[in-house]
């Protein structure tokens, strides 16, 4: 078997080498078990680290590293844009130490509304079109969509775990909350090493509506899940033609489909015909649209057309006339269009994504599932941290209220003790305090303890005792659970829902 001598400043040990064990040697090694340990590595850095999407939060590392730190930075839609130069610098140095242009292109997508179904980014300036790319990062302005506060907004309290950066000295979250199906709703595409997945975007209320009617039925049927989520929604309209692939694809994980373009055939002038297309198949331009109809026009390979004038821009969206002659049948004209151009164009759905660091293949149910499983553990410690703040608080408020029926004893306390210790333990004595409650009141600035009302502080001690009670209870079920997280979806769609773009045609 062939080998090759390796020195062992690169050698990979299972324990490791001892410093200076090797200094100055060079060691025999087998390069066939060099080369398939190194590859898996490396494509399991890939799959795990770049290329698939967790089917929890639907999004690739690089996505949520932005997400993550643009909400760290408070770059709310409330408040003002920043160069997307400064966020892709802050990404790349703190969480995602590759290529700028990689987190630029990640940022850019996130922005665009006819690649995302519900854009999570709101860009402003040039982020491109489906014919011509963005302006440089140093032109545009980003911050946080609306939309994607429901994804991060719950970060902060215990909902996710998070891990160490690349270099250990930050933490990043591992998986974002996700308050709503964000892998169905904005779809995304990624290729691995051996594997790769593309998911089509989905219409939000309907891909709510469906995991509400999981959530009441975890035995549901993929019918009946179809009856909420028919098809796909391409942000860009277009019609779909046959559910057969579709239904494939929900089934499986895996299936085909025909998108085709929206057209209209009306007069364009006094004498002649014309077919008008108002939307494409997603991810199709009309300058490539234009292009392939005047070459097979060109080649005679299409008869009947006169003229193509490309009318589209970013107020009125896609708007190509073709002028057709005198003579010609719009409908036959038509049906040559969608056979010979990107006018109908196939779209291939592979639904893999990561399941617990592994990558998998999901149908509908599948998808849903894993997004019910992951809210319900999402909103578990999200109460947790709420309840046990509470509580921690509600302890406080305790021994306020003990404290400030006699105010003046306590000031006087704090005077006339020698150090912080004894003021303690005459706190401790005196009011039946706890060491935390003490210590609380020791730490508060005298101005702030002699301007508390005691009313106030009993309708504080009201609301948390309320608070603690609700979440208990809470607690207590998975049942009350799920009901919370059928809520919030609903609270989700009433805020963020549209109307469906692509038409599902026979």
Request: hydrophobic share 40%; net charge neutral.
């Amino acid at each position: 078997m062939a080998t090759a001598k390796k020195t062992t400043a690169t050698k990979k040990a299972a324990d490791g080498p001892k410093p200076g064990e090797y200094a100055g040697k060079i060691v025999d090694i087998d390069v066939s078990s060099e080369m398939s340990e190194s590859f898996l590595e490396y494509a399991y850095s890939v799959i795990y680290s770049r290329a698939l999407p967790d089917a929890r939060d639907g999004l690739k590392p690089v996505h949520r590293r932005i997400l993550h730190q643009m909400a760290d930075m408070g770059l709310r839609p409330d408040r003002g844009h920043v160069k997307s130069a400064r966020v892709v610098g802050e990404v790349m140095g703190k969480l995602h130490p590759h290529g700028d242009g990689a987190i630029y292109d990640a940022l850019v997508r996130m922005a665009q509304s006819f690649s995302m179904q519900l854009p999570l980014i709101d860009g402003h300036g040039n982020f491109g079109s489906l014919d011509s790319g963005p302006a440089a990062m140093r032109y545009t302005e980003a911050r946080l969509a609306s939309a994607a506060l429901a994804m991060v907004s719950e970060s902060d309290e215990n909902t996710v775990d998070f891990g160490p950066n690349y270099d250990g000295q930050l933490s990043e979250p591992l998986v974002l909350p996700a308050a709503y199906p964000n892998l169905l709703v904005n779809g995304g595409s990624g290729i691995a090493v051996g594997m790769a997945t593309n998911m089509a975007p989905h219409n939000l209320g309907e891909v709510i509506a469906a995991t509400k009617y999981l959530i009441d039925n975890p035995k549901a049927t993929l019918n009946q899940l179809m009856k909420h989520v028919q098809a796909p929604d391409f942000p860009t309209g277009g019609e779909i033609v046959g559910l057969e692939g579709v239904r494939e694809a929900y089934a499986t994980g895996k299936g085909s489909f025909k998108v085709r373009a929206t057209v209209e055939i009306a007069k364009v002038s006094s004498r002649k015909m014309g077919i008008i297309i108002k939307e494409l198949p997603f991810n199709i331009g009309p300058e490539k649209v234009v292009e392939r109809i005047a070459d097979l026009a060109k080649a005679k390979k299409i008869q009947g057309i006169s003229d193509i004038i490309d009318l589209t821009d970013g107020q009125t969206g896609t708007n190509v006339v073709i002028e057709l002659k005198n003579g010609f049948e719009p409908e036959d004209v038509l049906e040559k269009l969608y056979k010979l151009t990107p006018m109908e164009d196939a779209f291939s759905i592979n639904a893999v994504a990561l399941v617990k660091g592994r990558p998998q293949t999901l149908g509908l149910k599948e998808l849903l599932q894993v997004f019910v499983d992951h809210r319900i553990e999402v909103v578990t410690r999200r109460s947790e941290f709420r309840k046990a703040k509470a509580t921690a608080r509600l302890l406080m408020v305790d021994g306020l209220l003990k404290a400030i029926i006699d105010i003046d004893k306590v000031i006087k306390i704090i005077r006339g003790s020698d150090d912080a210790a004894a003021a303690k333990a005459s706190l401790i004595k005196d009011f039946k305090l706890n060491d935390e409650q003490a210590t609380y009141i020791l730490d508060m600035p005298l101005r702030r303890l002699t301007k508390m009302s005691k009313l106030e502080l009993e309708n504080e001690q009201k609301e948390l005792k309320a608070i603690i009670a609700e979440l208990t209870n809470l607690l207590k079920s998975e049942e009350n659970i799920r009901a919370l997280i059928s809520t919030e979806l609903t609270a989700v769609a009433k805020s963020f829902a549209t109307p469906r773009r692509t038409r599902i045609g026979a």
